[in-house]
């Protein structure tokens, strides 16, 4: 794998003791250094690629480790029907009969804003609609 070196830049390290440097070398998929152009070359190793960043920022990656509650807790009650588990029609029937067989049976049902009552008098019928509703899309 070839090395990256990006120069002539204005690093961001996120480090309050030196908060910028002029290059960065990649190897191996790894930051190996941020400082020094030909500190960040020599890193970088021979072959390096070599972009120039014109005075441009460079950031760090950053990585949003958020969820949202009830999508998270949708997704472990749903049915897991990614490929290469389900591949077929009938492997998704076969997921959904051994899901079902789990699931424990439960009375009533699960309110939806489609369904209760006061939504039924603000949506129209599905019949009239000449596409989605917004929330739908």
């Not at 690093?11 to 002029?22: E, I, K, R, Y």
């Not at 441009?56 to 009830?70: A, S």
């Amino acid at each position: 794998m070839t090395g990256l070196l990006i120069h002539n830049a204005r690093v961001l390290t996120m480090d309050d003791t030196n908060p910028t440097a002029p290059a960065v070398a990649v190897r191996e998929g790894r930051v190996r250094l941020v400082g020094g152009v030909e500190a960040a070359r020599a890193a970088a190793g021979p072959g390096a690629v070599e972009v120039d960043a014109g005075g441009r920022t460079v950031l760090p990656g950053f990585i949003d480790p958020h969820n949202h509650l009830l999508s998270t807790a949708e997704s472990l009650a749903a049915v897991d029907a990614r490929y290469p588990r389900v591949g077929s029609a009938a492997d998704l029937v076969a997921a959904i009969a051994a899901e079902a067989e789990r699931t424990p049976r439960v009375s009533g049902s699960v309110p939806s804003p489609w369904t209760t009552p006061s939504t039924r008098a603000v949506v129209p019928p599905a019949a009239t609609w000449t596409r989605p509703p917004p929330s739908t899309r």
